[in-house]
């Protein structure tokens, strides 16, 4: 596997549902995103990691939870969501910035499309 | 605040015509980079360029072509010879760093349809 993964694609889930998505990335990168897009709206950060340590939170409801075990890996558990939340959750890393001197790219994985019942 | 405006929601042309999506900015940093993606069907969103504050030189890559100017806030992005394998929706991001993680704030996006 190479560059950003995300699990499942697609996911339908009831609003007092628990479900998890994953996120993995293989590039050695050392912070990641979760972003969410819903129809019409930009894209909206949720929360970022980095170097393990959740670095933002975005306003985001506590219905959702990330998790980031390690560098790799990226969770985001849900539960008891609403129909508004339905949307494509995107995952994203980058190397961490002080290392490279700059600004780096993000990149970006194929997305989780939520549909919440 | 920082904020990124893409005004054009859809733009449809002909193939083999040039199109410019536009991007304007907001930001009180006065280091920053900027970004554009493009976000084929299939979902994710692919790094097309990036741009530093301090660096104003127009970019050429193939088709794709960039203009920065600071003056005016804008960042905005030329297809040569558009090919309808272009169609997708581009956006423009602005970035900032926060606590060592990079913030990008993306504008709308512009859909961009290439009829054969």
């Known amino acids: 596997e190479t560059g950003v993964t995300q699990t499942p694609r697609h996911l339908v889930m009831g609003m007092t549902n628990k479900k998890s998505l994953k996120c993995e990335q293989h590039l050695g990168h050392n912070a990641m995103y979760w972003y969410k897009q819903s129809a019409k709206k930009p894209l909206e950060l949720m929360f970022v990691?980095?170097?393990?340590?959740?670095?933002e939170n975005n306003s985001v409801p506590s219905r959702f939870s990330p998790e980031c075990p390690n560098s790799s890996h990226l969770f985001l558990h849900l539960h008891t969501l609403q129909p508004e939340d339905s949307a494509l959750y995107l995952c994203?890393?980058?190397?961490?910035?002080?290392?490279?001197?700059?600004?780096?790219?993000?990149?970006f994985g194929p997305g989780t499309r939520l549909t919440v019942l | 605040a920082q904020k990124v405006t893409q005004a054009q929601t859809e733009i449809s042309v002909v193939e083999k015509e040039d199109v410019t999506l536009d991007c304007v900015y907001e930001t009180r940093d006065t280091t920053y980079y900027l970004f554009w993606y493009k976000q084929p069907p299939s979902g994710e969103l692919v790094f097309l360029i990036r741009r530093n504050s301090f660096d104003e030189q127009n970019e050429i890559s193939g088709r794709y072509s960039w203009n920065f100017q600071k003056s005016t806030s804008s960042f905005n992005f030329t297809i040569t010879a558009s090919q309808v394998v272009d169609s997708a929706v581009y956006f423009c991001?602005?970035?900032?760093?926060?606590?060592?993680?990079?913030?990008?704030?993306f504008g709308q996006g512009t859909r961009l349809t290439i009829n054969p």
């Open positions: 991001a602005l970035s900032r760093i926060i606590q060592g993680a990079q913030k990008l704030v």
């Open positions: 994203a890393s980058s190397q961490d910035p002080g290392l490279a001197g700059g600004y780096n790219e993000q990149f």
């Open positions: 990691y980095n170097f393990k340590e959740q670095t």
